[in-house]
């Protein structure tokens, strides 16, 4: 069955700090979603790209999908506080499939 | 609501009893999701329901258990006869389902449910 793999599986910065979390799948994805889960909650949903080569922004977070929308990753700027938890990246199951595949995640400590 | 409402927040059971946890999705979204949580990794699917039909129940890790969304609102995922393997944090999620594939919907989660078997 499909695979979703991400990379590194822990990641401790300093506050300021860039970070990067990568995300690989084993089949083309129509689309990729990116959520963030806080310690002790639940994941909110982030973004989403659907198109090859697709480069979305939201303030210091740069989303970018592969060219073979097999890849994707999440860059994050000067990172605060506020960015600590864990990000996972999740695509389609499969072809008109239901389900989102999740990866495993990359947790994000920063250290003040 | 204004978002996804789980019940209980926690629950501990002895093993090979039965329980059911409660999702109450976001008014007006046609699918609903749970998913199973373990610690350290990443939400994994069980079972999903466009209003009150169960159209993919493939990731339900076994016959003990068994989901429902009888009037297409709440929906109730029952383990019968838990066993230890069954702790985790079952997480329900509602998405519009509005466009063709909903896997292509943002999905809202709930709190979840700690499930902790003794």
């Known amino acids: 069955g499909q695979q979703v793999m991400q990379i590194p599986q822990y990641q401790h910065v300093q506050e300021g700090e860039d970070f990067t979390t990568y995300c690989n799948s084993s089949?083309?994805?129509?689309?990729i979603q990116w959520y963030k889960q806080r310690p002790g909650g639940h994941p909110v949903f982030l973004i989403q790209l659907v198109k090859s080569g697709e480069v979305k922004k939201q303030k210091r977070l740069t989303f970018q999908f592969g060219e073979a929308k097999k890849n994707s990753s999440l860059h994050i700027t000067a990172t605060q506080t506020t960015d600590v938890g864990t990000y996972f990246c999740?695509?389609?199951?499969?072809?008109?499939?239901?389900?989102?595949?999740f990866g495993k995640g990359t947790k994000l400590s920063v250290i003040p | 609501g204004a978002g996804v409402s789980q019940s209980p927040r926690y629950k501990v059971a002895k093993r090979g009893q039965d329980v059911a946890l409660r999702c109450d999705p976001i008014s007006g979204h046609v699918s609903l999701f749970w998913y199973q949580q373990a610690l350290g990794q990443g939400p994994e699917f069980l079972t999903y329901f466009q209003n009150e039909a169960q159209l993919d129940k493939s990731g339900l890790p076994s016959d003990r258990f068994f989901a429902e969304r009888p009037e297409g609102s709440v929906s109730t995922l029952k383990i019968q006869r838990t066993q230890q393997e069954d702790s985790a944090v079952y997480l329900c999620a509602s998405s519009l389902g509005a466009q063709y594939f909903d896997s292509n919907q943002p999905q809202h989660f709930g709190d979840g449910t700690r499930l902790s078997i003794l």
């Open positions: 089949t083309t994805l129509s689309n």
């Open positions: 999740a695509g389609p199951g499969g072809a008109g499939s239901y389900q989102l595949t």
